[in-house]
């Protein structure tokens, strides 16, 4: 079963990376479906700033250790996901890097994952919905989303550099073309989940949908006035 998952990923690994690319229009334009002036989005904004004051007065040992680990942590929920047994996970001592170690052979996405999804903003949501259906009136969880979307950003940023020894696995060439658009659409699908909980989130799945098939529209018009 893993190994046909894996192939199965494999697959998808391109048609995946041109979607996303082809997306990066639609993720532009739906900046306006967020309503800039309502008091979620407000809150989320401020969080977000929050973060990167904070930031600036935390230990870099420490800040490091929380990267490392949330990184390697992200590798082993996508092994997980994709049907693999980790085997181990751990942060060297010295702060120069991690390790996680899993049954079977790797795919894209378990490489991949640290530099597009936010595993932490992931379980706010999780746990936000556990903690009540009206999360979206209160200002302090929208500030908690917004610190971690902070988060995220701050990360991934940090994490794509010329010594990653995770990109040349997945190839340089992949990572131009998927990564702008996947970390749009995991900071737009944070910001959508607190606007309006996970009917939020699959409002802006179907929007971002229905933008690109304007914008596809719009494309053939073009070249066929053109032609």
């Given amino acids: 079963m893993q190994t046909l998952l894996n192939k199965f990923i494999e697959l998808l690994k391109w048609p995946v990376a041109i979607y996303m690319l082809l997306s990066l229009p639609a993720f532009i334009q739906s900046i306006s479906y ?17 973060f990167f004051i904070i930031r600036g007065f935390m230990d870099n040992d420490s800040k490091t250790t929380m990267e490392i680990a949330a990184h390697e942590m992200t590798h082993a929920f996508f092994a997980l ?4 047994k980790v085997k ?12 996680m ?19 932490f903003g992931m379980c706010v949501m999780l746990g ?9 009136y209160n200002f302090i969880l929208s ?4 610190f971690f979307i902070g988060y995220h950003v701050d990360t991934v940023t ?7 020894t995770d990109l040349p696995k997945v190839g340089y060439k992949f990572c131009f073309v998927f990564l702008p658009g996947a970390n749009l659409w995991a900071i737009g699908s944070m910001a959508a989940f607190n606007s309006r909980g996970w009917d939020g989130f699959w409002i802006y799945q179907s929007l971002i949908s229905k933008l690109n098939s304007q914008n596809i529209e719009l494309a053939k018009r073009y070249i066929s006035n053109i032609f």
């Fill in 34 to 50: 967020f309503g800039i002036g309502n008091i979620p989005t407000i809150a989320l904004i401020g969080g977000f700033l929050a």
């Fill in 128 to 136: 936000i919905s556990v903690y009540t259906h009206y999360w979206q």
């Fill in 81 to 84: 996901l994709t049907l693999h």
């Fill in 101 to 119: 170690s899993f049954e079977g052979p790797a795919n894209w996405l378990i490489i991949i994952a640290p530099y597009f999804f936010p595993l």
């Fill in 88 to 99: 181990s996970l751990r942060v060297n001592p010295e702060n120069d890097g991690g390790a």
């Fill in 158 to 164: 940090s994490q794509i550099h010329e010594k990653q």
């Fill in 143 to 146: 500030l908690i989303m917004g």
